[in-house]
């Protein structure tokens, strides 16, 4: 099946310094989606890319959809302490036929921030 | 406005009881959805109502009942759960079209602990 290969699973980092984080398919999506999910709250949408090659900017972040359709990346610029909580990409209208409700997530990157 | 809300935010009951989460929309999306996630898991699907009909059910337990009463409110009905059914239960909702319409936003989610 379809499948979102996020990495790294983890990052530890300093405040003030840049996170760059991807997502990558064997298969063609026609949307990629980032989302920030804090502890017992719901996914929060960051940023949404719907055209290959597109490079679009929320704030501190940047994301991308790859010009092969099959890769995404998210950077942010910066890192504050409420940078932390785990990202998610998730795409859709994959290569096989997206109809709604096939929204599939990446295993996400926990991202921690020492002030 | 992109908010999803849901209630309750906490759910404790027996593995006797009957419980039901609620969720609202007033995006005027025509597609609703129910995820259950747990603890450092991407959401997984449940449910997906397409114009108040439902369209997807990921062969999900008959211990939940999904309902949506009209094009705003979507309910799920639980009853006779078990423990391995706590989790956190999202919400979400999208306009079903092209990809930009299709982009789902979630609710904060229901903390269920089945004891």
Redesign the interface.
Known sequence: GQQLNQSPQSMFIQEGEDVSMNCTSSSIFNTWLWYKQDPGEGPVLLIALYKAGELTSNGRLTAQFGITRKDSFLNISASIPSDVGIYFCASTGGYYGGSQGNLIFGKGTKLSVKP | D?E?T?TPKHLVMGMTNKKSLKCEQHMGHR?M?WYKQKA????E?MF?Y?YEKL??NESVPSRFSPECPNSSLLNLHLHALQPEDSA?Y?C?S?H?GT??T????????T?LTVL
């Not at chain 2, 450092?40 to 959401?43: A, E, G, N, S």
């Open positions: 992109t999803v849901q597609a959805y450092k898991k991407p959401p699907l997906v397409s369209s997807i956190l999202l979400a999208s079903p990809a930009s299709d982009t789902q936003y979630f609710g904060p989610g903390r």
